[in-house]
């Protein structure tokens, strides 16, 4: 275990990054710091913001996980703490293996505050029984290095208390703790007209299974100031590079498309990071959408929001904390968000948001870490530290970025197209040498035509 200067813990994040981190938009979209999706950020920039305190010290372990990784991290920190999503799912059983080995080899507490499990909204476990294994080796690891696992909801609890594990805690997702035991939903007694701004959101799956894509564009028609915030790495890409290698750009009708109408009118932005995302959204009269991270953004802005719920992680997070939702495959295609605003009663959220901010300390508590709002200033200083930082707005469709942003990309295509070319330089003159080399000679190649093809794009006229 890690020696403490001066009591100091030192506590290891899994996250995508530091939320200190003002990561310009050209290197987030390189090295995908959100880990696919933007949402993940709004729960860990949450858990490093509560877990920072006078006497810790917390820092990310840029997503990574690497088993090589785990006597380094034995002799350097205290603690290590991993906030996942929906990780119970088959796509993920891949990560929780290696996430399983890692801990295995670790010998300080491995907390996990709000993990959950994927499937339908009617709660079946059919589809996770290939992984129960996987799941069941990676919750035991876990509990081998702390006093209970945190879970998302209802579904989660009773899924892993059926494999036989008794240390579950319900906590939800740190997200909707980042301003503490404070929430407050502002409601309008006015109903939504063509003048209201609106905020929607979904994803890829959601259009193809169900009626969102109609919903977008019949929301369009109705409410001219409708923003569409997308939170898909390729999402991110399309807008920023007009990328459009990923299988999500066969998805016409998300608005983060080229060909869509909101996409055009300069109505779709993608978010890099939580803050930027957050105050935009206090700008807007409502929020709705299949995504739970969008929807808890706009929460945590003060702005109302239903979630429209199309699985068990959404679900069981709206029962928990008692957010307005409705089963996104009994909605009608013609929605309309002034019901929705009309009909959604914040009440419940609000006030048993205290209850539910002590049931989280506690959890933490009970696993040995410390929180800023018990043990610390209540945030103040990562607040202040951050309001002193630069970050790159919303990504905005290419059609409508500006000069200075256009430059931005091209200059840093441009950087690092001269980086490729002098890291060929350097191939070259070993391999005049005859030194033995790890890579093989096409390595350069593909790299530059990685970096290339954007270049081209960026070239290219609009259309």
Same mark, same amino acid.
């Given at each position: 275990? +890690?020696?403490?200067?001066?009591?100091?813990?030192?506590?290891?994040?899994?996250?995508?990054?530091?939320?200190?981190?003002?990561?310009?938009?050209?290197?987030?979209?390189?090295?995908?710091?959100?880990?696919?999706?933007?949402?993940?950020?709004?729960?860990?920039?949450?858990?490093?913001?509560?877990?920072?305190?006078?006497?810790?010290?917390?820092?990310?372990?840029?997503?990574?996980?690497?088993? $090589?990784?785990?006597?380094?991290?034995?002799?350097?920190?205290?603690?290590?703490?991993?906030?996942?999503?929906?990780?119970?799912?088959?796509?993920?059983?891949?990560?929780?293996?290696?996430?399983?080995?890692?801990?295995?080899?670790?010998?300080?507490?491995?907390?996990?505050?709000?993990?959950?499990?994927?499937?339908?909204?009617?709660?079946? $476990?059919?589809?996770?029984?290939?992984?129960?294994?996987?799941?069941? +080796?990676?919750?035991?690891?876990?509990?081998?290095?702390?006093?209970?696992?945190?879970?998302?909801?209802?579904?989660?609890?009773?899924?892993?208390? %059926?494999?036989?594990?008794?240390?579950?805690?319900?906590?939800?997702?740190?997200?909707?703790?980042?301003?503490?035991?404070?929430?407050?939903?502002?409601?309008?007694?006015?109903?939504?007209?063509?003048?209201?701004?609106?905020?929607?959101?979904?994803?890829?799956?959601?259009?193809?299974?169900?009626?969102?894509?109609?919903?977008?564009?019949?929301?369009? $028609? !109705?409410?001219?100031?409708?923003?569409?915030?997308?939170?898909?790495?390729?999402?991110?890409?399309?807008?920023?590079?007009?990328?459009?290698?990923?299988?999500?750009?066969?998805?016409?009708?998300?608005?983060?498309?080229?060909?869509?109408?909101?996409? $055009?009118?300069?109505?779709?932005?993608?978010?890099? %990071?939580?803050? =930027?995302?957050?105050?935009?959204? /206090?700008?807007?009269?409502? *929020?709705?959408?299949?995504?739970?991270?969008?929807?808890?953004?706009?929460?945590?802005?003060? =702005?109302?929001?239903?979630?429209?719920?199309?699985?068990? !992680?959404?679900?069981?997070?709206?029962?928990?904390?008692?957010?307005?939702?409705?089963?996104?495959?009994?909605?009608?295609?013609?929605?309309?968000?002034?019901?929705?605003?009309?009909?959604?009663?914040?009440?419940?959220?609000?006030?048993?948001?205290?209850?539910?901010?002590?049931?989280?300390?506690?959890?933490?508590?009970?696993?040995?870490?410390?929180?800023?709002?018990?043990?610390?200033?209540?945030?103040?200083?990562?607040?202040?530290?951050?309001?002193?930082?630069?970050?790159?707005?919303?990504?905005?469709?290419?059609?409508?970025?500006?000069?200075?942003?256009?430059?931005?990309?091209?200059?840093?295509?441009?950087?690092?197209?001269?980086?490729?070319? +002098?890291?060929?330089?350097?191939?070259? /003159?070993?391999?005049?040498?005859?030194?033995?080399?790890?890579?093989?000679?096409?390595?350069?190649? !593909?790299?530059?035509?990685?970096?290339?093809?954007?270049?081209? !794009?960026?070239?290219?006229? *609009?259309?």
């Amino acid at each position: 275990m +890690a020696s403490n200067v001066n009591d100091v813990k030192r506590i290891l994040l899994r996250s995508g990054k530091s939320p200190y981190d003002a990561v310009p938009v050209e290197q987030a979209l390189h090295t995908d710091v959100f880990a696919t999706n933007s949402g993940n950020l709004i729960f860990s920039d949450a858990a490093h913001k509560i877990l920072e305190t006078p006497r810790s010290k917390v820092v990310s372990n840029g997503i990574t996980t690497r088993v $090589a990784d785990a006597d380094r991290i034995n002799s350097e920190y205290d603690a290590f703490v991993i906030p996942l999503a929906n990780a119970f799912r088959p796509s993920f059983e891949r990560q929780l293996e290696r996430l399983t080995q890692l801990i295995s080899k670790l010998k300080i507490p491995v907390v996990v505050p709000g993990v959950g499990a994927q499937t339908g909204v009617n709660y079946s $476990a059919d589809r996770l029984k290939p992984m129960q294994s996987t799941v069941y +080796a990676f919750v035991s690891a876990v509990l081998d290095h702390s006093a209970s696992i945190g879970v998302r909801g209802e579904f989660t609890e009773r899924y892993l208390r %059926d494999m036989g594990f008794r240390d579950v805690d319900v906590i939800g997702c740190p997200s909707m703790f980042l301003n503490g035991s404070r929430l407050d939903i502002l409601k309008s007694s006015r109903t939504l007209g063509p003048e209201s701004r609106i905020a929607i959101n979904g994803s890829h799956d959601a259009v193809r299974k169900h009626k969102l894509g109609q919903i977008i564009n019949r929301t369009h $028609a !109705r409410y001219p100031h409708l923003r569409f915030i997308g939170q898909n790495i390729s999402e991110a890409r399309q807008l920023h590079w007009r990328d459009m290698s990923h299988q999500n750009a066969a998805v016409t009708d998300i608005p983060t498309h080229p060909d869509h109408p909101m996409y $055009a009118e300069d109505k779709v932005r993608v978010y890099i %990071d939580p803050v =930027t995302w957050t105050q935009d959204l /206090r700008g807007f009269d409502f *929020s709705f959408g299949s995504r739970i991270h969008g929807n808890i953004a706009a929460l945590l802005a003060g =702005t109302p929001a239903t979630v429209l719920c199309s699985d068990s !992680r959404t679900l069981e997070l709206c029962r928990y904390f008692e957010i307005p939702h409705r089963m996104l495959a009994k909605v009608s295609s013609d929605l309309d968000p002034a019901d929705l605003y009309a009909e959604a009663d914040f009440g419940p959220l609000m006030r048993g948001h205290h209850e539910r901010f002590d049931r989280f300390m506690n959890f933490l508590d009970k696993n040995g870490l410390e929180n800023t709002f018990t043990h610390g200033d209540g945030g103040a200083a990562f607040e202040a530290r951050m309001s002193g930082l630069a970050f790159p707005p919303g990504i905005r469709p290419w059609i409508g970025a500006d000069a200075s942003t256009m430059g931005a990309r091209l200059n840093w295509l441009q950087s690092q197209l001269a980086d490729l070319t +002098a890291q060929n330089t350097q191939l070259k /003159r070993k391999i005049a040498k005859n030194t033995a080399l790890p890579v093989k000679r096409s390595t350069y190649q !593909r790299a530059r035509s990685a970096v290339g093809r954007p270049i081209k !794009r960026a070239l290219r006229p *609009s259309r």
